[in-house]
């Protein structure tokens, strides 16, 4: 008779999933001695930021909802490279908490990355969905290509819907992460410190001396004559110096490393939000 009672009751509402504790558990994932500089905070945050920044305010396509870059098109691009290690990483996460999207995992890891490097708590909000076919990927050729000039970097960015100051904010991100030949083609770190986020890359770019490297093989890309030549700058970062608008607040970020951090996070929480449709209780999550 109990047992027949209990059968009718109504199913259990799955309990809400604690973002805190998925955010916790992703935050002892980072640290590996035998993981290039250490951690995996900066290729968790490339990945972040190649989830959302495929998106086209025209059309509203692309963007981190859909977390479409686990098949085979968007995957397989060039420029995403390297990213599978990312993906691969956060696997034990998805299977400890099923009900966790992929899109919200990706975007969450970034913003836990972030925070635990050392960099400001960005405000974060659960409710972006899973794609179930490559169908949704948008098309390849999106993400910017470093090679590349200021036209193009306007471009790329000005398609998500961010102005200058707000490019210049987001590509302090390469305070983060080193280039890897196997991935992009380009190599060396762009600052010292590699896992730590500061506003080294505003105050190294505006005070090393840059040159093109010589006697390397890869890419064209810029290193510094001043130090030991261990540095890096791809020339789409050397446009945050040559372009007069772009080197302003290239300026401002060097000279107050608060006022980045705040311009950071907000374009930051901007970008791995575009082009979703959040549900209206969903609540921005600040990490402490
Ligand atoms: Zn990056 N980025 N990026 N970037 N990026 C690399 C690595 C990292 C560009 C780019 O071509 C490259 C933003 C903007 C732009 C990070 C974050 C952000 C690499 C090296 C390249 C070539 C990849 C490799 O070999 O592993 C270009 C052209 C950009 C704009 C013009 C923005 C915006 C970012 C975040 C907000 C990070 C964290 C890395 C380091 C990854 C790692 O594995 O260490």
Redesign the pocket.
Same mark, same amino acid.
């Given at each position: 008779k109990a047992a027949a009672a209990a059968e009718e009751e109504a199913p259990k509402e799955p309990e809400p999933l604690d973002y805190r504790k998925v955010a916790a558990d992703i935050a002892e994932l980072l640290d590996d001695v035998d993981y290039?500089?250490g951690s995996y905070?900066?290729?968790?945050? &490339?990945l972040?930021?190649?989830a959302s920044?495929t998106y086209n305010k025209a059309d509203g396509t692309g963007g981190s909802n859909g977390a479409t870059m686990r098949f085979g098109p968007e995957a397989g691009d060039g420029?995403n490279?390297?990213l599978d290690?990312?993906r691969n990483r956060l696997e034990p996460i998805k299977a400890k908490y099923p009900q966790i999207s992929y899109a919200d995992l990706w975007t969450l890891a970034?913003v836990v990355a972030i925070k635990e490097m050392g960099g400001p708590s960005i405000p974060w909000k659960a409710g972006r969905t899973d794609a179930v076919s490559a169908e949704s990927c948008p098309p390849q050729g999106r993400?910017?290509?470093? $090679?590349?000039d200021r036209k193009?970097?306007r471009e790329?960015?000005n398609r998500m819907g961010f102005d200058d100051r707000e490019?210049v904010a987001?590509?302090?991100?390469?305070?983060?992460? &080193?280039?890897?030949?196997? &991935? $992009?083609?380009?190599?060396l770190?762009w600052t010292y410190n590699?896992t730590t986020f500061t506003n080294a890359y505003y105050t190294l770019l505006a005070s090393e001396y840059w040159k093109k490297e010589k006697n390397w093989d890869g890419p064209m890309q810029y290193s510094n004559r001043k130090g030991t030549g261990d540095i890096m700058m791809?020339?789409?970062?050397m446009?945050m110096l040559w372009d007069r608008t772009f080197k302003q607040y290239v300026k401002e970020f060097a000279n107050d490393e608060q006022v980045w951090f705040d311009a950071?996070s907000s374009?930051?929480k901007k970008?791995i939000e575009l082009g979703v449709q959040f549900p209206a209780e969903a609540p921005d999550i600040v990490l402490e």
């Amino acid at each position: 008779k109990a047992a027949a009672a209990a059968e009718e009751e109504a199913p259990k509402e799955p309990e809400p999933l604690d973002y805190r504790k998925v955010a916790a558990d992703i935050a002892e994932l980072l640290d590996d001695v035998d993981y290039d500089d250490g951690s995996y905070g900066p290729v968790f945050v &490339r990945l972040a930021w190649h989830a959302s920044g495929t998106y086209n305010k025209a059309d509203g396509t692309g963007g981190s909802n859909g977390a479409t870059m686990r098949f085979g098109p968007e995957a397989g691009d060039g420029a995403n490279a390297g990213l599978d290690v990312a993906r691969n990483r956060l696997e034990p996460i998805k299977a400890k908490y099923p009900q966790i999207s992929y899109a919200d995992l990706w975007t969450l890891a970034g913003v836990v990355a972030i925070k635990e490097m050392g960099g400001p708590s960005i405000p974060w909000k659960a409710g972006r969905t899973d794609a179930v076919s490559a169908e949704s990927c948008p098309p390849q050729g999106r993400l910017p290509d470093a $090679s590349k000039d200021r036209k193009h970097v306007r471009e790329v960015f000005n398609r998500m819907g961010f102005d200058d100051r707000e490019i210049v904010a987001l590509m302090g991100a390469h305070v983060l992460g &080193r280039c890897h030949p196997d &991935r $992009s083609g380009y190599h060396l770190p762009w600052t010292y410190n590699p896992t730590t986020f500061t506003n080294a890359y505003y105050t190294l770019l505006a005070s090393e001396y840059w040159k093109k490297e010589k006697n390397w093989d890869g890419p064209m890309q810029y290193s510094n004559r001043k130090g030991t030549g261990d540095i890096m700058m791809l020339p789409t970062d050397m446009e945050m110096l040559w372009d007069r608008t772009f080197k302003q607040y290239v300026k401002e970020f060097a000279n107050d490393e608060q006022v980045w951090f705040d311009a950071f996070s907000s374009a930051f929480k901007k970008l791995i939000e575009l082009g979703v449709q959040f549900p209206a209780e969903a609540p921005d999550i600040v990490l402490e």
